[in-house]
């Protein structure tokens, strides 16, 4: 973020730097360049149309010469071979190859204060747009920011909520050894006791068992002393009864 707000400071630097040279340069035109007094003279050198006019080339040093372009606005570039001995004409070349004279007077060296202010101007609205996109770049960030700060605070929530759902199942967890230890001393007992039951059951069997042999016994005999009833029975009443009675 630090870099963002950077980049939006030294945009702005630069937005303040540009206003303040376009304010100075609207206050005055650019001096014209002074060839006339005897400055030196480079051939093939870059000079500009001075700011504010449109002037002709023609094709001898002088007003009486026929026109080869009927004006070079402000801020076109030339290539300069020199002046005549009087420093009134120059002779240039346009880009597009055109040689002729023109005014000495209408040639800088440096680029027109128009020109500059066109080029900072697209400069101005340049570092406006890039401001602008920082800008929105670093609410984009803020914004980022905010929506981590936000799952952040859900995270935490989540932790918190992990770590007590972590201790409920500790306790669960404990209660659960308990109860595993309960359920095998009940299984102890269960066995237990069903091994008792067992040993009743076969007791019981065994009982039951002798009873059914004693019904049986006691069936058999009396089924004998039945048979012996049934037997005796008849000769001891014959022995009683004698002829003429009973004794």
Known sequence: MGSFKAAIVQSMVAITL??????????GQPEADANASGAA???????????????????GPGG??????????????????GTTDDG????VETRGG?????????LQTETPRATQINTLQSQLA???????????????????????????GSAEQVLSDT???????????????????????????????????????????????RVASNQRLEGVLFLVAGIVIALVLPRLTAKRRRPGGWR
């Open 88 to 91: 009134v004409w120059a002779e």
């Open 126 to 152: 340049q570092s406006n747009e890039r401001a602008e996109r920082l800008s929105a770049e670093l609410n984009d960030v803020q914004a980022r920011l905010t929506s981590i700060s936000s799952e952040a």
């Open 163 to 209: 770590q007590a759902e972590l201790a409920e199942i500790k306790r669960i967890s404990s209660n659960a050894m308990q109860l595993d230890q309960l359920t095998k001393e009940l299984s102890a007992k269960i066995e237990n006791v069903t091994s008792q039951n067992d040993l009743l059951l076969l007791e019981n069997a065994r009982l039951g068992d």
């Open 18 to 27: 540009v206003a303040a040279f376009i304010a100075s340069a609207a206050q």
């Open 41 to 59: 003279v480079i051939e093939g050198e870059t000079r500009y149309i001075t700011d504010l006019i449109f002037t002709p080339v023609r094709t």
């Open 98 to 106: 055109t040689r002729g004279y023109l005014r000495a007077q209408y």
């Open 64 to 81: 009486d010469y026929r026109i080869v372009n009927k004006g070079l606005p402000s801020g076109t570039s030339v290539t300069y071979f």
